[in-house]
């Protein structure tokens, strides 16, 4: 179940005149528990441990309450042949809150109305008017009050009381203390969640505790709300870096795939420089069969160096000066000359020459 159906209690609380405040507050506590993880309901429910001691004439009823779970533990007696139970007592854990429930027909409830002044004093203004506010005596009753929540500058100020006869509890509060184990509130069925008719004096002194059950309850609630506000702000923050990494992501990709476009399309251009400058080149093979039907059969080729449209030619020939008009006539064939004199080879008769031309006659011509 997600935390948002379990909020849904907020819509479901009981109302009307029927809904007392007590059960408001445990249908409230019950569905802020319900919203917690199991790990932390336990421990909660480890730490909010109850003993509640329901009187029936010289007997008594014993449960156990592990957070909103009653389990009945046994009996308990005014005379001492009936020990109080192992769970009751005080031991090396912490001992159960031990609340005497008395039954409803002996609680008087009434709501007085007093001057708002006197709500800083209070306590002492209960304590004085009781014998107005009530048909007891301070001194023969148990009582308790809750001073109702008004519209603010309000002239008057609501309280309820709550009364019980003394002698009604007293048995079973020396029953208690008797057997090691003090009672530690005093309340009713519908009473108000903080309400104990046990005065503060003859409360037993408890090791005071930082993290009660309800201010860890309250302050795992408070957890939650802020996990559900903050909740929504983390996660599109948790989005957006996400995305950003995906955008930084796709950028150094993008980049390496235009680098490696640019490499190919270099190397799409280098090949088609080279293809392009093979397809410019003059045929050689023309060359050789130009040159072949021009000079003359008393004239051989040595040497013949080309170097970019650039030849140059040594040889022997009968007559080398008319070499220079024979190879300007061919095609493609221009800037004849000669590099060196022509000199006379002795044992041939012949003329050395080294004549350099520039054949431009390209592929297809």
């Not at 002194?205 to 939650?224: H, M, Q, Y």
């Not at 955008?247 to 293809?275: F, P």
């Not at 221009?334 to 003329?351: A, Y």
Request: aromatic residues 4%; proline residues 7%; contains cysteine.
């Amino acid at each position: 179940m997600s935390l948002s159906d379990r909020l849904k209690f907020l819509g479901q609380l009981p109302s009307g005149p029927v809904a007392g405040l007590d059960e408001i507050y445990r249908t409230l506590r019950r569905s802020l528990v319900a919203c917690l993880p199991i790990p932390a309901r336990r421990f909660l429910a480890r730490r909010d441990r109850r003993l509640i001691i329901e009187p029936e004439a010289s007997t008594a009823h014993l449960f156990l309450m592990t957070g909103e779970e009653r389990e009945p533990v046994g009996e308990l007696g005014l005379d001492t042949a009936i020990p109080l139970p192992e769970i009751a007592r005080n031991g090396p854990e912490r001992s159960p809150t031990r609340v005497l429930m008395m039954p409803r027909e002996d609680i008087l409830t009434r709501t007085v109305s007093l001057p708002s002044q006197v709500r800083v004093n209070l306590p002492q203004v209960i304590r004085v008017e009781l014998d107005r506010l009530s048909p007891f005596q301070a001194g023969d009753v148990l009582y308790d009050f809750l001073a109702k929540p008004g519209p603010k500058g309000a002239a008057r100020v609501k309280v309820e009381l709550a009364l019980c006869r003394r002698d009604l509890a007293a048995a079973w509060v020396q029953r208690m203390r008797d057997a090691g184990a003090p009672i530690d509130r005093i309340a009713w069925e519908g009473a108000w969640p903080s309400a104990n008719l046990l005065p503060a004096a003859e409360r037993p002194k408890r090791r005071l505790e930082l993290f009660s059950a309800d201010k860890l309850l309250w302050t795992a609630v408070a957890l939650l709300i802020a996990v559900a506000l903050v909740g929504p702000l983390w996660q599109q923050k948790r989005t957006a870096d996400a995305l950003d990494a995906e955008v930084r992501r796709a950028r150094v990709e993008a980049v390496a795939v235009d680098d490696l476009r640019q490499e190919l399309e270099r190397a799409r251009l280098g090949s088609t420089a080279v293809l392009q400058q093979k397809r410019d080149e003059p045929n050689i093979l023309v060359l050789l069969r130009e040159l072949s039907d021009r000079i003359p059969d008393d004239t051989w080729i040595q040497t013949l160096d080309y170097n970019n449209g650039q030849v140059e030619l040594r040889g022997e020939s009968g007559q080398a000066t008319a070499l220079i008009a024979l190879l300007e006539q061919a095609p493609g064939i221009d800037d004849v000359s000669f590099r060196s004199p022509v000199t006379q080879v002795p044992q041939t008769g012949k003329e050395r020459f080294n004549i350099a031309l520039r054949f431009t006659r390209a592929r297809g011509e």
